[in-house]
């Protein structure tokens, strides 16, 4: 795969076949503002999602220019896609995120849904109305980052969490040292002291090559990093993420998918114990309450608009409870303060340049 693949599909030349009507369909979508998500069902059933809300084209494509895109987009991610391996996530030339599946596993023809990447949101400043976030709201999420918190960005499918990421991620001083984890490439990291790292089966003469998220992150801890960050945690890997949080190298992040703070501390725990380590449960809540500072929950109001709606510090554990207490909650359109100010308030104002009097002020 190329360096950087934040480029247009006609920088790649012959490598994507022009004259494929379903390229030069995605390279048309790419000129319209606001389109997130893109998903072929069937070569007669193609939609597009605008503001939440997904919209039927009155446009169609054959069957034969579907698997021609597949096989372009499995070379170009070095991986197969064929019955034999019926799924694929990868990237387009763009950086866009795609999920493949074939049949006979998808019914009459291929699937393919593609998770668009957005260029225009790029920091809390430019893009934070993007998720309801006032100034107030940007000034404590940087003071979060930069004061090397852990963060857990938290949300439900298409919520967002990505980009919110790549919003925080480009809050980092340009002079700390970035490893990042994906099974996916999706983060946009605007740091050059970056090393990005790919979970993912490689499939080359004959012989398959298979590296985890598990070992990645294992293996992260040998390369001398300052922040270790992971795109979604879906696993076991979330153990050695802890153990890495719980060691050193505060300031790192990864997203969830939960739908509330409190689903969040459930799923973290489910995460936990499928490391197949096998630890009482009160051990494991000790050290997911001792290396978790934020849980930024995400979601969609009623218009289909992404907004933060609410953010919640892990403050201990009591008896066999994680304590938790909710700096902000989303009210009549609004992400408001609950009025109680972070346990970790000195630590934000020595390192994030916080003022100590910071929530007095809402």
Request: charged share 15%; hydrophobic share 40%; proline share 4%.
């Given at each position: 795969m190329p360096t950087d693949p934040k480029k247009s599909i006609d920088e790649y030349g012959p490598k994507m076949t022009k004259e494929n009507?379903?390229?030069?369909?995605?390279?048309?979508?790419?000129?319209?503002?606001?389109?997130?998500?893109?998903?072929f069902n069937s070569p007669r059933s193609i939609f597009v999602e605008r503001e939440g809300q997904f919209?039927?084209?009155?446009?169609?494509v054959t069957k034969s220019e579907m698997y021609q895109f597949i096989k372009e987009v499995a070379d170009f991610n070095?991986?197969?896609c064929d019955e034999h391996h019926p799924i694929m996530d990868g990237n387009l030339p763009d950086g866009s995120r795609v999920n493949i599946i074939v049949e006979p596993f998808s019914a009459g023809?291929?699937?393919?849904?593609i998770r668009r990447y957005l260029k225009t949101f790029k920091s809390l400043d430019t893009a934070g109305k993007l998720f309801g976030l006032e100034a107030f709201w940007v000034q404590f999420l940087r003071a979060v980052v930069v004061s090397r918190a852990n963060i857990?960005?938290?949300?439900?499918?298409?919520?967002?969490?990505?980009?919110?990421?790549?919003?925080?991620?480009?809050?980092?001083?340009?002079t700390e040292r970035l490893v990042t984890i994906e099974d996916t490439l999706e983060l946009d990291i605007p740091q050059s002291n970056c090393i990005r790292l790919e979970a993912k089966t490689v499939i080359g003469g004959g012989e398959k090559s298979t590296l985890t998220m598990r070992e990645l992150i294992k293996n992260s801890l040998r390369m001398r990093p300052d922040r270790i960050i992971i795109g979604e945690v879906r696993g076991g890997e979330f153990f050695d993420l802890m153990e890495a949080m719980n060691t050193g190298h505060d300031g790192?992040?990864?997203?969830i998918h939960a739908n509330s703070p409190s689903e969040c501390l459930n799923r973290m725990e489910n995460l936990y114990m499928m490391s197949d380590i096998e630890l009482p449960m009160i051990v494991v809540k000790k050290q997911i309450a001792t290396a978790i500072n934020f849980i930024v929950q995400i979601g969609r109001d009623r218009s289909g608009q992404r907004r933060v709606t609410s953010i919640a510090e892990i403050t201990g554990i009591e008896g066999t409870n994680i304590?938790?207490?909710?700096?902000?909650k989303y009210e009549d359109g609004v992400l408001v303060s609950t009025g109680i100010a972070p346990?970790?308030?000195?630590?934000?104002?020595?390192?994030?340049?916080?003022?100590l009097d910071f929530f007095s002020r809402q």
């Open positions: 009507g379903l390229w030069n369909l995605i390279n048309d979508l790419s000129n319209k503002k606001g389109i997130t998500e893109i998903a919209i039927q084209l009155n446009v169609s070095q991986k197969i023809s291929p699937a393919i849904t857990v960005v938290s949300g439900g499918t298409g919520s967002g969490k990505t980009t919110l990421m790549n919003m925080l991620l480009a809050e980092i001083p340009s790192s992040m990864c997203s304590l938790m207490q909710h700096l902000a346990k970790i308030m000195s630590n934000l104002n020595q390192k994030g340049d916080l003022p």
